[in-house]
């Protein structure tokens, strides 16, 4: 820059202190120019902006845990712990990261058919899978970097939550562990993605597809059912059965069936989703008409052969639906998002049969 021409009258020489100051001036004019024209972008490694997009209101969701504000609307979406993946699937989002399946998997490749069905809808590769075998991967989580973490459903516990919440808000169960049906599993998962109106749609279209279905088997309609855990048939000494508080139980309401009144009144007892009952006490149940269980025919054969359980009226008529524990169609009585229209068909039919059989 042209300096200006000083007066001759002016001395030739600033004072000291006034030169300090005037190379001081030009020294930060000089780096502030640099760094104005060589500062970088930000890059996509960067810390993520939280503040709140101008178009998103936080949503703040109370739950067994407390509440979560979700600040921003989600891109990168987690799930962990069963079937919460598939909210995120049924509105057309493709989680990041989310559990893989291990149970119910008939091919091994970690995914239920109609997980992977929709993925093949979506046109979309098969996210990352948690192995959660042990218990949760929370470094896989992280590894996702996701924006929200879905656990509507699930068996998180105060630690799982707190380690979880380091990563991404959380939005875990309302209530009780594994106790969510899928109704909130969509209203919670959908609310902690910005995506409210889209689950509310869901649920009333999954309601009509329900309805609709167990219309055309109206002899399911009414009759009390008991849904019978897993049976060692080696040991008969006691039954164990779902309490109304599970999932599997609560969707015999959704099919227009009723719960056997000992089996409701066992449940108001407790929060939890089983109990057991010595089987020198099974004629509690004697007011069940159909029984729900996992097993095949040796189970069916076992029952009818002892001579405690065999008095049951469910089991004297055969009114038994036998699920396999570790296929798709035993897994999908458990209902969730999607695997409630691939199984609704199927599962009417079996207890249409089992209906058929009461005396």
Not at 65 to 78: N, Q, Y
Not at 311 to 325: H, R
């Amino acid at each position: 820059m042209k300096m200006r021409q000083l007066p001759k009258s002016a001395p030739t020489r600033k004072p000291v202190s006034l030169r300090i100051a005037f190379c001081m001036t030009m020294l930060v004019l000089a780096l502030a120019a640099m760094y104005g024209c060589s500062k970088p972008e930000a890059d996509a490694g960067d810390a993520k902006d939280t503040s709140p997009a101008p178009d998103f209101e936080p949503i703040t969701i109370e739950h067994a845990f407390g509440s979560t504000v979700i600040e921003r609307k989600p891109e990168r979406v987690a799930t962990v712990n069963w079937a919460n993946h598939e909210v995120p699937l049924a509105l057309g989002v493709v989680p990041v990261g989310m559990s893989g399946a291990n149970f119910g998997d008939d091919d091994d490749d970690g995914l239920l058919p109609w997980v992977k069905e929709k993925l093949n809808e979506l046109g979309a590769e098969t996210p990352t899978l948690f192995d959660e075998t042990d218990g949760i991967d929370f470094e896989a989580v992280a590894d996702t970097d996701p924006d929200v973490i879905l656990a509507a459903y699930s068996g998180l516990t105060q630690e799982d939550y707190d380690t979880l919440s380091q990563i991404a808000p959380v939005v875990p169960y309302p209530e009780v562990a594994w106790g969510t049906s899928w109704r909130d599993m969509i209203r919670y998962n959908s609310r902690g993605m910005g995506m409210a109106e889209e689950g509310d749609a869901l649920i009333e279209s999954l309601e009509k597809e329900i309805k609709d279905t167990a219309a055309k088997h109206p002899s399911v309609a009414g009759k009390y059912v008991m849904f019978v855990t897993h049976v060692d048939t080696s040991d008969l000494s006691e039954i164990s059965f779902y309490t109304t508080h599970d999932t599997r139980v609560m969707f015999f309401e959704d099919l227009g069936m009723k719960h056997a009144p000992s089996v409701a009144s066992a449940s108001a007892a407790t929060d939890k989703f089983s109990l057991k009952q010595s089987a020198e006490l099974a004629d509690a149940f004697n007011d069940v008409q159909i029984i729900v269980t996992y097993g095949g025919d040796e189970l069916v054969t076992a029952l009818r052969g002892d001579p405690v359980l065999s008095q049951m009226p469910a089991v004297q008529s055969g009114s038994i639906v036998a699920l396999s524990g570790s296929g798709p169609l035993g897994t999908a009585a458990n209902p969730t998002p999607l695997s409630i229209s691939w199984v609704l068909e199927d599962y009417l039919v079996l207890l249409e049969q089992a209906a058929a059989n009461i005396k």
